[in-house]
């Protein structure tokens, strides 16, 4: 896996939470929302079917696994997940806890107003609550 790049697109709308068996968390910097992004760490991925049928079960793993939990932190009342790719090609899944009232609801989020960046003591302690969470997933993920 030390042949994995993260497209620049990614790596500037977002920021790392952790890695997981198979994927890169990171953040999007979008405070609207709890917001993630699942990469998995192969080269050349673009579709879940480019992965082999043991890393598409791990994705799965991993994408329900942390939704459930993002969920219950945030008091969420729908997970959306989703693979679009359209505008960044390397294959990602936003992971996605929605609220009645948030500013899409209950519309999808994407291409609604612009993005609201997190003030950085806010970041910090999103991240910082993320890693703590994902930290006690770890063992059931793996």
């Known amino acids: ?3 994995f790049v993260l497209d620049p697109r990614l790596e500037q709308d977002s920021r790392f939470i ?3 068996p198979l994927c890169q968390v990171r953040l999007m910097n979008d405070a609207r929302y709890a917001w993630v992004l699942l990469i998995p760490r192969r080269q050349d991925t673009v579709e879940v079917f480019d992965l082999d049928d043991s890393d598409q079960s791990q994705l799965w793993r991993e994408a329900t696994g ?3 939990a993002l969920k219950q932190q ?5 997970l959306n997940l989703a693979t679009l790719g359209n505008v960044v090609s390397q294959l ?7 609220k009645r009232g948030d500013d899409a609801w209950p519309g999808p989020i994407w291409g609604h107003g612009q993005a609201r960046p997190y003030h950085s003591e806010v970041m ?3 991240l910082e609550r993320l890693q703590t969470m994902i930290a006690s997933l770890r063992s059931s993920l793996e």
């Open 1 to 3: 896996m030390s042949d």
């Open 18 to 20: 952790a890695d997981l």
């Open 66 to 68: 942390l939704g459930q």
């Open 74 to 78: 945030v008091a969420g009342d729908k």
């Open 92 to 98: 990602h899944v936003h992971v996605v806890v929605r």
């Open 124 to 126: 910090s302690e999103t």
